[in-house]
């Protein structure tokens, strides 16, 4: 009898170490002092013992139960008070919420801006075909980068041969065709999007980035009218005195074609030799755009006539400027989802 109880203190004090909540307590009680308990079991086999036993078992059952009584007591009121701290009434916390990422914004703040000026925003398609690719764009057939080197071709039956294979888009001027096939002038065009060039992935480069392109098609739509809502663009976007460059260029579905750098906004180029600006490198220009008058082919491709309307067009990257202006130094920042990186912005 004298083993029993002691036995019975131990698992006692062992389940009580585990017990937390009020009603982890209760089932304790239930336990260790309800009708079924083993305390109860060694209380009715004090019967058999002898005189001398009886009158120990008794004493030291009774001390027992006294224990687990106001362990029990202490406990709860423990549990009790510890629940108590608990203001269920207080708000709750809204946690982290999520944001735009980088690229989003930046790709909203300039869609923004020439939406001020009249432009409507049309998302073109990623997969495309060579038609609206490089055909319809006056690509030559025998262009470079038709070449599967520089064009993700995709594996998959064409729906209409005359168009060609299908593609995923390594420019965003297809959107070009696809609005002026659908659309009769006046037009004032954005479309941003994905895409895609099978580039060697570092620090500048990936085989995905985004682009937005722009341009209007109307009578007596000139290269000055280029000039103005470029102008505007890069005073709106990097800095309110900005300048820019246009550095005559080729593209075969523009003509003439020009390549635009815009005065660094950091040091409005006048950081030269050595002290060397850390956005411009000391060249004083940020490279931003290609753009032009839209090729007559192009325009008569799409069933406009070249001799009553004409257009511009201009394209340009989207992580370039978001880098430039937020001083990111790696490409592949955007894509590798680092909550760190992304909650920056
Ligand atoms: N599509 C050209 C590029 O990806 C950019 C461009 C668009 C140039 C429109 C002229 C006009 O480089």
């Known amino acids: ?157 064409p729906v209409d041969p005359e168009k060609g294979k299908h593609l995923l888009r390594c420019h965003t001027s297809p959107s070009q065709i696809r609005v002026m096939e659908e659309n009769k002038p006046p037009l004032a065009v954005i479309s941003p999007g994905r895409v895609y060039r099978p580039d060697e992935v570092d620090a500048t480069h990936s085989f995905m980035f985004h682009q937005i392109e722009g341009f209007a098609v109307d009578r007596e739509i000139n290269f000055s009218h280029l000039k103005g809502v470029l102008f505007y663009f890069a005073r709106e976007f990097f800095s309110g005195d900005a300048r820019l460059r246009f550095r005559p260029h080729f593209f075969p579905f523009t003509e003439p074609s020009a390549e635009v750098d815009v005065s660094c906004f950091k040091c409005s180029g006048n950081v030269r030799g050595e002290k060397k600006c850390s956005v411009c490198k000391g060249k004083g220009w940020l490279e931003i755009l290609g753009c032009g008058m839209i090729h007559p082919h192009v325009l008569e491709f799409c069933g406009i006539d070249s001799s009553k309307y004409q257009g511009f067009a201009f394209g340009m990257g989207v992580e370039r400027p978001a880098m430039l202006k937020y001083g ?9 989802n680092d909550v760190k990186f992304l909650e920056q912005f």
Not at 328 to 336: A, P, V
């Open 328 to 336: 990111i130094d790696d490409i592949r920042l955007f894509t590798e």
């Open 1 to 157: 009898m004298d083993n029993d109880i002691k036995n019975l203190e131990a698992r006692f004090n062992e389940d009580i170490k585990n017990a937390v909540t009020a009603q982890d307590i209760e089932f304790l009680r239930v336990r260790y002092l309800g009708r079924k308990s083993s305390l109860n079991d060694l209380f009715a086999g004090i019967v058999s013992l002898n005189k001398e036993e009886k009158a120990r078992a008794g004493r030291n059952l009774n001390i027992l139960k006294q224990k687990i009584t106001s362990c029990l007591d202490e406990k709860l009121k423990g549990s009790q008070s510890s629940e108590e701290k608990f203001d269920l009434t207080f708000p709750a916390s809204s946690g982290d919420k999520g944001s735009l990422h980088i690229l989003s914004r930046v790709n909203q703040e300039i869609c923004a801006i020439f939406e001020r000026l009249g432009f409507d925003i049309i998302e073109g398609a990623e997969i495309e075909d060579e038609w609206h690719n490089f055909t319809a764009l006056n690509f030559p057939g025998d262009h470079p980068s038709r070449d599967a080197f520089d064009t993700f071709y995709l594996n998959i039956p």
